[in-house]
């Protein structure tokens, strides 16, 4: 049962312009979500994250769109760049007792931005 | 400062030989957590730990053992390795502020395992 699901396998985008990465959730006891940014041969790597309270958090070029009513989060990176090119993981907490600092992980998205 | 450190970085295993993954946090995280990462299937849950002493399964935690015997540390253990369990795995670690609050993981940097 995949909770979290990154439909998308793979984004390819033009330097300067917009990625959308999106990400779907079941579970209505997630509470926070999270971005993560892995490069070939490293360990994955913190980007963002937005509370279930929320519905928008901005951080430079990353924006993190939550819709809870569709179970639905998204990760906007504008302009893209080159350097931004690696996979993108999605994660979800909570889900009440001990799962709350449990992280659940989409399948991840791979992004290639083309200079 | 280390943040999270994963020993050995890559090994070849025979099937049925058994191994010791292992990872150390200098961070005096609660929560620890074992993930391994498989094309197409993202990084999957293994087991976790919420603190010294305690454990708890994930989402595929067959063939697996794990001991959180001190805060710091967080064994992975593989008793008769299989081809299946050829991956790469991550160990994790956070602290937890209550819910709906900041669940940010630091990762280390994988363990290449192989098994043949």
């Known amino acids: 049962d995949q909770q979290v699901k990154q439909n998308s396998p793979s984004l390819s985008v033009q330097e300067g312009r917009i990625s959308i990465l999106n990400c779907d959730y079941t579970?209505?006891?997630?509470?926070?979500f999270l971005w993560y940014k892995k490069y070939p041969a490293e360990g994955p790597t913190f980007l963002i994250s937005?509370?279930?309270?929320?519905d928008k958090n901005e951080d430079g070029r990353f924006t993190v769109f939550l819709n809870k009513s569709a179970k639905h989060l998204s990760l906007h990176i504008v302009p893209s760049q080159p350097g931004d090119s690696a996979v993108y993981f999605c994660?979800?907490?909570?889900?009440?007792?001990?799962?709350?600092?449990?992280?659940?992980f989409g399948q991840g998205t791979i992004l290639t931005v083309h200079p | 400062n280390a943040g999270v450190t994963q020993t050995p970085k890559f090994r070849v295993l025979k099937t049925g030989q058994s191994m010791t993954l292992l990872c150390a946090q200098d961070?005096?995280?609660?929560?620890m957590y074992w993930y391994r990462q498989d094309p197409g299937m993202g990084l999957r849950l293994i087991h976790y730990?919420?603190?010294?002493?305690?454990?708890a399964k994930g989402e595929v935690p067959d063939g697996y053992n794990v001991s959180r015997l001190k805060k710091q540390n967080f064994l992975l253990g593989l008793e008769s390795a299989a081809p299946s369990q050829t991956s790469v795995y991550f160990c994790?670690?956070?602290?937890?502020?209550?819910?709906?609050?900041?669940?940010?993981?630091?990762f280390g940097q994988g363990t290449r395992l192989t098994v043949v």
């Open positions: 961070m005096n995280h609660e929560y």
């Open positions: 579970n209505s006891m997630f509470d926070y």
């Open positions: 994790a670690s956070s602290y937890f502020e209550g819910p709906g609050q900041n669940t940010e993981a630091f």
């Open positions: 730990s919420v603190g010294e002493g305690t454990t």
């Open positions: 937005i509370s279930s309270i929320k």
């Open positions: 994660a979800a907490s909570g889900g009440g007792g001990t799962s709350y600092g449990k992280l659940t």
